[in-house]
């Protein structure tokens, strides 16, 4: 069973923002700092439920957010993501984001409220081929090998050899699989 829930009340959904916090932030404090607070905000979980069901994941609302951001829209929050700070006003301290975001949803809910309802996120890409390159390789070695895919990424996965893959390693080390694609792909492994 994943540990996503079924989104269909704001405890659900609260639930969902806790594991995104955990399991996909590793690598966007912002985003994990924030799914903290979201999940104890009823406000915000209310706002986002107005989204179509399929869609009510954290990922929707931070990138309608962001969406806004990027759109011109003045607010503190923007100092806390580098794609629109000013120079100078970045602010690295994501942990007290959560007050400047609150007030950024309060201000602009109207407008959310629609890009929710009439958005959607595309979460299929080539990037996250980048484990299952290496698979590859490492079989394509032993004998022709072919690939099937059955699921939502419109085939997208198909395409995998004609990609250049970058592994940086924990050593900082950098070794590459693939084609001489122009498409590179850049994966970091990390230890814990």
Same mark, same amino acid.
């Given at each position: 069973? &994943?540990?996503?829930?079924?989104?269909?009340?704001?405890?659900?959904?609260?639930?969902? #923002?806790?594991?995104?916090?955990? +399991?996909?932030? +590793?690598?966007? =404090?912002?985003?994990?700092? !924030? &799914?903290?607070?979201?999940?104890?905000?009823?406000?915000?979980?209310?706002? !986002?439920?107005?989204? =179509?069901?399929?869609?009510?994941?954290?990922?929707?609302? #931070?990138?309608?957010?962001?969406?806004?951001?990027?759109?011109?829209?003045?607010?503190? !929050?923007?100092?806390? *993501?580098?794609?629109?700070?000013?120079?100078?006003?970045?602010?690295?301290?994501?942990?007290?984001?959560?007050?400047?975001?609150?007030?950024? @949803?309060?201000?602009?809910?109207?407008? !959310?409220?629609?890009?929710? @309802?009439?958005?959607?996120?595309?979460?299929?890409?080539?990037?996250? @081929?980048?484990?299952?390159?290496?698979?590859? +390789?490492?079989?394509?070695?032993?004998?022709?090998?072919?690939?099937?895919?059955?699921? @939502?990424?419109?085939?997208?996965?198909?395409?995998?050899?004609? *990609?250049?893959? &970058? *592994?940086?390693? =924990?050593?900082?080390?950098?070794?590459?699989?693939?084609?001489? &694609?122009?498409?590179?792909?850049?994966?970091?492994?990390?230890?814990?």
């Amino acid at each position: 069973m &994943s540990a996503y829930q079924r989104p269909v009340d704001a405890l659900a959904l609260a639930q969902n #923002f806790r594991v995104f916090a955990n +399991a996909d932030c +590793a690598n966007e =404090p912002l985003y994990a700092a !924030l &799914s903290r607070a979201i999940a104890r905000d009823q406000d915000i979980l209310e706002l !986002l439920l107005a989204a =179509p069901y399929r869609q009510r994941r954290p990922v929707l609302l #931070f990138a309608a957010t962001h969406d806004l951001l990027l759109a011109g829209v003045e607010h503190p !929050l923007a100092r806390f *993501y580098r794609s629109v700070a000013r120079e100078g006003e970045m602010r690295g301290d994501v942990d007290h984001a959560f007050p400047a975001f609150a007030d950024f @949803c309060a201000q602009q809910r109207d407008t !959310l409220r629609t890009s929710l @309802c009439e958005r959607t996120t595309q979460t299929n890409e080539v990037g996250r @081929c980048a484990a299952l390159r290496l698979v590859l +390789a490492g079989l394509q070695r032993e004998r022709p090998i072919a690939l099937v895919d059955v699921g @939502c990424s419109a085939g997208l996965n198909l395409l995998v050899d004609r *990609y250049r893959f &970058s *592994y940086r390693l =924990p050593d900082t080390s950098v070794h590459t699989v693939g084609t001489e &694609s122009p498409v590179v792909i850049a994966a970091t492994f990390e230890t814990d």
